[in-house]
């Protein structure tokens, strides 16, 4: 079992940017997709971003596309989010997740996902 812990988050204003990280331990995450997902209040999860386990592939949501860069360090175990020109709208408590399925494609549908973090609360003030 992997235990995801994600940080970074905060208050900021609209146009500013943001770093996450989703550090992992218990086994490593090396060979497994993983992926960022938000939910903001009253609204269902919804999928931001994945990656390969390689860090060659990525996918985004067209929300976020242009805006957001998902990128990992397989030496430290850890998956990041660079959130630039941020906006309102993107306010949400964000986590992180692994996929199950080893060596295999990023994915944007969250039940592709096994483990995930508690969440990490952006806030974006207009």
């Known amino acids: 079992q992997v235990r995801l812990v994600e940080s970074g988050g905060g208050l900021v204003q609209a146009g500013d940017s943001l770093r996450l990280s989703c550090a992992a331990s218990?086994?490593?995450?090396?060979?497994?997709?993983m992926g960022w997902f938000r939910q903001a209040p009253g609204k269902e999860r919804e999928f931001v971003a994945s990656?390969?386990?390689?860090?060659?592939?990525?996918y985004y949501a067209d929300s976020v596309k242009g805006r957001f860069t998902i990128s990992r360090d397989n030496a430290q175990n850890t998956v990041y989010l660079q959130m630039n020109s941020l906006k309102p709208e993107d306010t949400a408590v964000y986590y992180c997740a692994a996929e199950g399925d080893r060596y295999g494609p990023p994915s944007l549908r969250l039940y592709d996902y096994d483990n995930w973090g508690q969440g990490t609360q952006v806030t974006v003030s207009s």
């Open positions: 990656i390969d386990w390689s860090g060659r592939r990525t």
């Open positions: 218990g086994r490593t995450v090396n060979t497994y997709p």
